[in-house]
């Protein structure tokens, strides 16, 4: 019953229908069976980061209550590896996430990316990007007083209702096949994660807050330009919808900016079971074709520019499966950006122009960090990268195009 009302977004809201609640206690102590989107429970961060929504009375709770969960054993390889986290309620809820990310860390350093990923930070948390960081802003910057908890640490209490971009059954490969170097530094008082990487490009443009009704808009006498329309025009600086204007590796750019805003729509075939890398990239053209044909009816660019002609195959598309679904799952709570070179960034709400994005070893997500003094940087989260998302940094970085280097992760 939840499957089928999530295509049902307006009632849903009328009624107050959570169906997340529901689904939530599904199997929820049962092991999943390999061949289904479920296996990602295996992996105990990913536990973790499905329990946000949930209260607790204790908000050291929020590790220690999963302790008995099989995922703090299991030996998958989508999984952190076996874990040993003591209930210990010596400690600060700060003290007690600290010391769960640094365990699992040093377990199993492959377990970095979905670490990172579960980081939320609300929009304006991160102190702002400094033109000259002085010794003096440096090191307010770092006053253990303003922020407890390293940037690079996720604080469970914080829930931004985002789903994660790098959940275990991801197929993306944006670190290819490099893996993970990293270092945990002054760990007797405020931990820095030191990761090897590559510095992709800087941030120059960002939308505001992007919200799930955003994709569900049609035009209207009301509403002459919707969400989308605006986007395109504001931060894509590009008039009206076409498939002739190329983005930066080739590609449609209208492909790559669709792209953007469903994560690739990978969520589609993960919930479908289908090899992701197998689905041609015409099926996800035309799934958002179909999309913009509906938001935007029979207006005279969406006839005269081809985007219709992209629609004209017969297959069917029920509304469990559509381009919307995907991307108001992946959009909800993030910004869409463009860099100075072009690329087309999902990002997390606290991202801002000036942030660097990047590729970071033996993580299949890209990320955006704010630098703040030589290769100190604060850890702003997890991206979406049209044209980095299938190794490409890692294709370049054997070229020498780019150079590999440390960023200290506050």
């Not at 395109?232 to 449609?252: I, S």
Request: charged share 25%; with cysteine; aromatic share 10%.
């Amino acid at each position: 019953m939840c499957n089928k009302l999530k295509s049902y977004h307006h009632l849903r809201k009328a009624l107050g229908i959570s169906t997340s609640d529901i689904s939530f206690l599904y199997k929820r102590f049962v092991e999943p069976d390999d061949s289904t989107h479920h296996v990602n429970r295996l992996n105990f961060i990913y536990e973790l980061q499905r329990a946000r929504h949930l209260r607790f009375s204790d908000d050291r709770g929020r590790i220690f209550a999963f302790l008995g969960h099989y995922s703090v054993k299991s030996l998958h390889p989508l999984g952190c590896g076996a874990l040993f986290v003591p209930a210990d309620y010596t400690k600060t809820v700060e003290q007690t996430y600290i010391d769960a990310a640094v365990r699992i860390l040093r377990n199993n350093p492959s377990a970095s990316c979905i670490v990172l990923a579960s980081v939320q930070h609300p929009p304006s948390s991160l102190p702002p990007i400094l033109p000259q960081a002085s010794p003096t802003a440096f090191g307010r910057i770092l006053d253990p007083g303003k922020h407890q908890l390293p940037s690079w640490v996720p604080d469970w209490r914080l829930s931004e209702g985002t789903i994660l971009l790098a959940e275990p059954i991801c197929p993306h490969y944006a670190h290819g096949d490099s893996t993970a170097d990293i270092a945990i530094l002054n760990e007797q008082h405020k931990p820095v994660l030191r990761i090897r990487g590559v510095e992709m490009d800087i941030i120059e443009s960002c939308s505001r807050r992007l919200m799930s009704r955003d994709f569900f808009e049609k035009r209207t006498a009301d509403r002459p330009l919707t969400a989308i329309e605006l986007l395109w025009r504001d931060v894509c600086r590009l008039d009206r919808f076409n498939l002739d204007d190329t983005y930066r590796n080739g590609q449609a750019t209208f492909f790559a900016f669709m792209q953007t805003l469903s994560n690739g729509c990978v969520q589609s075939a993960g919930h479908r079971g289908l090899p992701y890398h197998d689905i041609p990239d015409s099926v996800w053209l035309r799934k958002a074709a179909r999309y913009l044909v509906d938001s935007l009816g029979a207006s005279e660019e969406v006839m005269a520019d081809g985007i219709k002609a992209v629609t004209d195959v017969a297959e069917s598309e029920d509304d469990d499966d559509r381009w919307s679904r995907w991307a108001a799952s992946a959009s909800e709570g993030r910004v869409f950006a463009r860099t100075r070179s072009g690329y087309y960034v999902l990002g997390p709400a606290s991202m801002e122009a000036g942030d660097m994005v990047c590729v970071l070893l033996g993580c299949k997500v890209p990320f955006c960090l704010r630098p703040v003094d030589g290769r100190n940087c604060f850890l702003v989260g997890e991206c979406y990268v049209h044209g980095l998302m299938k190794g490409e940094a890692m294709e370049m970085l054997a070229r020498k195009e780019i150079h590999e280097r440390t960023f200290d992760l506050l």
